[in-house]
C-alpha cells in the first residue's frame, strides 16, 4: 500500500517498521466517517481485531460497564438474546472478551482461522454500531440493574448482572482503596469516578441517560480499530467499509479526558472498609501514598517501571525494606500507572493499623530524598533494568495472543491523540537509561517528579465490624420506602415487569436467530494434537528431560523435587519454602542475591502442585518445582544462581522469616476474597480425593496455618528448624527430575554445567509413599463481610462407576454458556458460573459472584431433569463441540512447552489417549450429554458443599452445612 492512497474509504497517512514487534504498521483514517484504525502486518497467525470507544463517564453509575455487557445482547443482523454467548459456545476463537477501563472499552477478538476470524469481527462490529439495546430497555434491567418484585407483598429488591459484578469487586479491601485512591487525586474528571460502577450509585442510572451515553461515545469518529496478524488487509478494509463505515457521517466528538488542575497541597483522608462479625481487625488497615506526574514520555514509563521494580518489587528493594523495618506495615507493594491521560505512582502498604498513616508519607519522602542526595545504588537499578528489558524482549503473554497485548499497550496513548506506536518502540529508550546508570538520571527524575510534588494523596482503609450490614440494612429501609411510596398501579407495574422480564430470560432464541449467527463446519476440527518432543538422559541419579524449542536465545528450567516424602503435616512448611527461596540469607546477604537474580536472570520462581496420574482415582504426584529462565549467553549464571538457593539457603534469621510469614499473610488477608471462587471449589474437592485435599492445602488451608503462625510468637523461633528439616527431605538429586528447554546445540553445555552441581547435592534415600492426606469431613460455609456469594458443590463420579469421557468437557461448555448462565447469571444475576470434570473423576460447579446461595444449589440439584430432557438440532450441538475444542486449543508458546511435556510425563498420559479424547468430544451427540444426567445426579447426592460468603445468607442457610467458619484473623 502506498502512502496519502485512499483504500475503500480508508487514507493510508502512515506506515512505519517496528523491528521490536517484527511488524509494519499502517495508520489510517477512514474519510466519511472519522474512524482511527492501525494495521500491523507481521508473520503471526494468531490475528487480532478490537474496535475501542472512548468513553468517559461522568458518574458512577456503571453506565459505561452496563453499556460494554448490552451491547453484545443483540444487534441488527444478529437478533439473538446474546451473540456474545453464542460465539463462545461455537468459534474457535484464541481471544473474545470486552474490558471497560477508566476512560475507555475495548472489544477485542482473535482467531487463527480465516473463517472463524471475520465471522467474530462481523459479530462484533454490528453489536457496538447497531446494538438492539439502543431501543430495548429490558438489556438494561438485566445486565444493569432493576427493582425485583415477584408478588406484590413481597419486599422489593434490586437485581442485575453487573450491580451483582461489582458488589463482588467492592467486597475486596484492595478495590476499596484503589477507587478511593482515583475520588482522591482526580475529583474533577472521569477518573474520579468509577467507570465499573459503584452499588450505591449504579441503581441511580436511567434508561434515558444510557441512551445518551450511547449516542455520544458510540459512533465511528470516537472509535480506535486495531487489525494484528497475516491477512489480507484490502480485504478487511473493504468488508469494514462496505458492511459499516461507509453507512456513518463523520461529527465533531467531544469524549476527551480532562486534565487535574495540580493540588496546592496533598491530601490525607481514611475511609472504612467491612469485616465480617467474627473477623479480627488488627493489622488489617491498608494505606497508599500516590502521586500523579505531571507529563510522561515513553522512555520516562519505561524508566518509572525500572524505578517501581528497584525502589519496590525485587527483595533488595530499599524503599520496601525501609518501610517494612519501620514497622508500617508487613507486606508492601507499588506500581507506575501510564494507561490514563495523567500518570501516576503509587506506594501500598497492608497489614498496616490507622496509627502509621503519617509515618508512612515521612518514611516514603525522607528515603526519597536521602536517595537523591547520596545517589541510588547503580547495580540495584542496572539488575532491575535487566530484568524489565527481559521481559520486553521474551514477549511472551502465557498463550494470550500478542497482537491484544501491542493494542492494549498502544491505546495508552492513542487515546490521548498521542503516537500510538511510540510505545512499541524500545531500544533507543532503552539505551538511554542504560546510559543514564552512569550519571544522576534516576536521581534526577524522583528529584523532578515526586518531591515537592503536592499532587498526592495519601488514603487509608480501616476494618470496621458490622459496616456492611449496616449498609444492607439501609438499603432494605431505602426500597421499604421506595415500595411504600408507590400506588397500588405502580407495584403491579413492577410485578408485571418482573415477570415480563423472567419470560425473556426463559424463551429461547428462534432457529432463526440462532442461525443468524456464522458457524464452522465439524470438518474445520483438527482432533490431532500438537506433539511435544520430550527426551530423556540419566546425569548420575537425576532425569533430565529436554524439551526441543526454538525460543530466541532463552532457555526455560524446571527443578521438579517429588514430595512423596514429606508427611501431611510437612506440606505447609513446603508452601513457606515456595514462598521464601530466593529471598532469604544464602552465603551472602538476600539483598545482594536479589540483585544478580535480577542482573542475569530472566525470572525466578518456585510452586507446588499436584498432577494426577491419567485415569486413576486418588493417585497423584506431589511436586515442588523451581522454575528460572535466562538468555543462553546467561547459563551458567542460571545453574550458579539455581544451586546456591537450593544448597546453601539459611533458615536461621528469625527475624526475616517473621517478616515474610506476616508479608504473606498479609498478602492473603487483602485478597482472600477475590480468590472466593478458587477456595470454594478446592475445599469441596478435599473432601472427595486426597489430590483435592493437597491443593486446598497450599490455598485456604495455607492460609489458616500462616495466621496462626504468624501470630504466634512462640511458634515463629521453632520455624527454621523446621524449615531445614523439611528442605533436607525434598532437595536432593536423587528426588529430581530437570527440565531444560532450549535448541539442540544448547543442551550439552547445560549438561556440563549442571552434573557437577547436582552431584554435591544431597543423595540421602528418604522412603517416599508417606504423604497421606486427611480428606476435609465437612460442609462448610466461610463467612466474609463480602456482598455476594461464591457457592460451590462437587464430587467424584469413579465412585458411582463412571469413567471421564469426551462427552464431559462438552456438557462444560454447555454448562457455563447455557444452563448456569441463563438459571445463574441471567436469571440469578450472578456474575456467572462454571462446571468442571476432571480426569481423576472429581467434578464441581460453582457460582462466582452470586446474590444467591440456597437457589444456587437448587439450580444444581436440577441439572440431572435439564440433562434427560436435552435435545438440540445437529448445528446447535456442532456450536458446543466448536466451542469446546477451541478451548482445549491452547498456544504453545516457547515457555509453555516445557511444562507442558512435563505435565503429560507425571501424568503417564500418552499423545495417542489425547487425540481419543479429542475425537471423542468431535463425534458427541445430544444422547451422549443425556447419559451423564446419572454422572450428574449420583455426585449432587453426596451432598459435597461449600460457601464463601455475606453473613447474613450464610446464616439464613445455616442447616445446609455441617460448619460456619470465618475467614483467619
Not at 841 to 854: E, I, K, Q
Request: glycine share 6%; with cysteine; aromatic share 10%.
Amino acid at each position: 500500500m502506498e502512502l496519502n492512497q485512499v483504500y475503500s474509504g480508508f487514507r493510508l497517512n502512515r506506515v512505519e517498521r517496528i523491528d521490536e514487534i517484527n511488524g509494519t504498521a499502517y495508520e489510517m483514517k477512514h474519510e466519511k466517517s472519522g474512524a482511527r484504525l492501525i494495521y500491523i502486518d507481521s508473520p503471526d497467525t494468531n490475528k487480532v481485531f478490537n474496535i475501542a470507544f472512548r468513553t468517559t463517564p461522568s458518574d458512577s453509575t456503571g453506565v459505561a460497564h452496563i453499556m460494554e455487557h448490552s451491547v453484545l445482547c443483540g444487534s441488527r443482523k444478529f437478533p439473538l438474546k446474546e451473540p456474545f454467548v453464542e460465539l463462545v459456545k461455537g468459534s474457535l476463537n484464541t481471544f473474545l472478551n470486552a474490558m471497560t477501563y477508566p476512560d475507555k472499552t475495548m472489544y477485542p477478538v482473535a482467531s487463527k482461522n480465516d473463517k472463524d476470524f471475520h465471522n467474530l469481527m462481523d459479530v462484533y462490529l454490528d453489536a457496538v454500531l447497531y446494538p438492539r439495546v439502543a431501543n430495548d430497555p429490558e438489556i438494561v434491567m438485566q445486565e444493569g440493574w432493576h427493582y425485583e418484585l415477584d408478588n406484590a407483598d413481597d419486599e422489593l429488591t434490586y437485581k442485575g448482572v453487573v450491580f451483582n459484578e461489582m458488589k463482588g469487586v467492592y467486597s475486596s479491601p484492595d478495590s476499596v482503596l484503589e477507587r478511593q485512591i482515583m475520588h482522591e487525586l482526580f475529583p474533577d474528571t472521569t477518573y474520579g469516578v468509577d467507570s465499573g460502577g459503584d452499588p450505591d450509585f449504579i441503581t441511580d442510572l436511567t434508561y434515558e441517560q444510557f441512551q445518551e451515553f450511547y449516542r455520544v461515545h458510540y459512533h465511528p469518529s470516537n472509535s480506535y480499530i486495531f487489525l494484528y496478524g497475516t491477512m489480507n488487509i484490502e480485504e478487511q478494509l473493504a468488508f469494514l467499509n462496505d458492511e459499516y463505515l461507509q453507512h456513518f457521517d463523520a461529527i465533531d466528538v467531544h469524549t476527551e479526558v480532562g486534565i487535574q488542575q495540580p493540588f496546592t497541597e496533598g491530601k490525607i483522608v481514611s475511609y472504612p472498609f467491612s469485616v465480617g462479625a467474627d473477623e479480627g481487625t488488627d493489622n488489617k488497615t491498608l494505606h497508599a501514598l500516590s502521586y500523579v506526574l505531571t507529563h510522561r514520555t515513553p522512555e520516562q514509563s519505561l524508566a518509572y517501571e525500572v524505578l517501581t521494580h528497584a525502589l519496590l518489587t525485587s527483595s533488595a528493594a530499599p524503599l520496601k525494606q525501609a518501610l517494612v523495618k519501620a514497622g508500617i506495615g508487613s507486606d508492601v507493594t507499588g506500581y507506575y500507572l501510564d494507561s490514563i491521560r495523567q500518570p501516576m505512582w503509587n506506594v501500598t502498604v497492608t497489614g498496616s493499623e490507622m496509627d502509621k498513616q503519617q509515618l508512612l508519607q515521612d518514611i516514603v519522602e525522607s528515603t526519597l530524598k536521602e536517595m537523591v542526595t547520596n545517589g541510588l545504588d547503580k547495580e540495584l537499578l542496572e539488575a532491575s533494568l535487566n530484568s524489565i528489558e527481559f521481559t520486553l524482549r521474551e514477549n511472551d503473554f502465557g498463550g494470550r495472543p500478542i497482537g491484544l497485548a501491542y493494542v492494549i499497550r498502544m491505546m495508552d496513548q492513542w487515546l490521548y491523540d498521542m503516537d500510538p506506536l511510540e510505545l512499541l518502540h524500545y531500544e533507543e529508550a532503552l539505551v538511554n537509561i542504560r546510559q543514564g546508570l552512569s550519571g544522576t538520571y534516576f536521581e534526577d527524575l524522583i528529584s523532578q517528579t515526586l518531591l515537592n510534588n503536592t499532587h498526592k494523596a495519601l488514603v487509608s482503609i480501616y476494618p470496621e465490624k458490622g459496616l456492611q450490614a449496616k449498609k444492607d440494612q439501609a438499603v432494605k429501609e431505602k426500597l421499604a420506602a421506595v415500595k411504600a411510596n408507590m400506588s397500588e398501579d405502580e407495584i403491579n407495574a413492577i410485578v408485571e415487569q418482573t415477570k415480563a422480564l423472567k419470560i425473556r430470560q426463559e424463551t429461547p432464541d428462534s432457529e432463526e436467530a440462532l442461525e443468524s449467527i456464522p458457524l464452522l463446519e465439524l470438518s474445520d476440527l483438527n482432533p490431532n494434537i500438537e506433539d511435544v518432543e520430550r527426551r530423556e538422559q540419566m546425569v548420575g541419579d537425576t532425569k533430565v528431560h529436554f524439551v526441543p524449542t526454538f525460543a530466541k536465545g532463552i532457555n526455560y528450567t524446571g527443578f521438579y523435587f517429588k514430595l512423596d516424602c514429606l508427611t501431611e503435616e510437612d506440606l505447609f512448611y513446603a508452601d513457606i519454602l515456595t514462598d521464601i527461596l530466593s529471598r532469604v540469607d544464602t552465603k551472602r546477604s538476600y539483598e545482594e542475591l536479589s540483585k544478580d537474580i535480577n542482573l542475569n536472570l530472566g525470572g525466578f520462581t518456585a510452586d507446588i502442585t499436584a498432577i494426577a496420574k491419567d485415569g486413576t482415582r486418588d493417585e497423584f504426584t506431589p511436586l515442588l518445582i523451581v522454575r528460572s529462565k535466562a538468555l543462553h549467553s546467561k547459563l551458567a549464571d542460571l545453574c550458579r544462581i539455581v544451586n546456591e538457593i537450593i544448597s546453601e539457603s539459611r533458615f536461621t534469621n528469625v527475624k526475616r522469616l517473621t517478616e515474610l510469614v506476616q508479608e504473606s499473610k498479609a498478602i492473603w488477608d487483602n485478597e482472600a476474597f477475590r480468590r472466593g471462587h478458587t477456595i470454594v471449589t478446592q475445599r469441596v474437592l478435599a473432601q472427595v480425593s486426597g489430590a483435592g485435599k493437597f491443593r486446598d492445602s497450599g490455598n485456604l488451608g495455607y492460609y489458616q496455618k500462616i495466621s496462626e503462625l504468624a501470630t504466634n510468637p512462640a511458634a515463629l523461633p521453632l520455624l527454621p528448624e523446621k524449615l531445614a528439616e523439611v528442605a533436607k527431605k525434598i532437595f536432593r538429586s536423587n528426588n529430581l527430575d530437570i527440565m531444560f528447554v532450549g535448541e539442540e546445540e544448547e543442551l550439552a553445555p547445560f549438561i556440563d554445567m549442571i552434573t557437577p552441581i547436582i552431584s554435591n547435592w544431597s543423595h540421602d534415600v528418604v522412603p517416599g509413599n508417606k504423604l497421606v492426606m486427611t480428606k476435609q469431613a465437612t460442609n462448610e460455609a466461610i463467612v466474609t463481610a463480602g456482598k455476594v456469594q461464591y457457592v460451590a458443590q462437587g464430587g467424584n463420579f469413579k465412585d458411582h462407576g463412571f469413567d471421564h469421557k469426551g462427552a464431559m468437557s462438552v456438557l462444560e461448555v454447555i454448562l457455563r454458556y447455557e444452563y448456569l448462565w441463563i438459571r445463574i447469571r441471567v436469571q440469578g444475576g450472578a456474575y456467572g458460573a462454571f462446571a468442571n470434570f476432571y480426569n481423576d473423576g472429581s467434578m464441581v460447579f460453582c457460582s462466582y459472584r452470586d446474590p444467591n446461595l440456597t437457589e444456587t444449589l437448587d439450580v444444581y440439584k436440577e441439572l440431572p431433569e435439564y440433562l434427560r430432557n436435552f435435545n438440540l438440532t445437529d448445528r446447535e450441538m456442532r456450536k458446543y463441540i466448536i466451542g469446546t475444542m477451541s478451548s482445549l486449543d491452547l498456544t504453545m508458546t516457547p515457555s509453555l512447552r516445557g511444562p507442558r511435556a512435563m505435565g503429560l510425563y507425571f501424568s503417564g498420559t500418552n499423545l495417542a489417549d489425547k487425540v481419543e479424547f479429542r475425537k471423542q468430544v468431535i463425534a458427541c451427540q445430544p444422547q451422549d450429554i443425556v447419559a451423564l444426567a446419572d454422572v450428574v445426579e449420583s455426585v449432587i447426592k453426596d451432598n459435597h458443599i461449600c460457601v464463601m460468603g455475606n453473613e447474613e445468607k450464610i446464616k439464613a442457610a445455616g442447616s445446609t452445612f455441617d460448619e460456619i467458619v470465618s475467614l483467619p484473623n
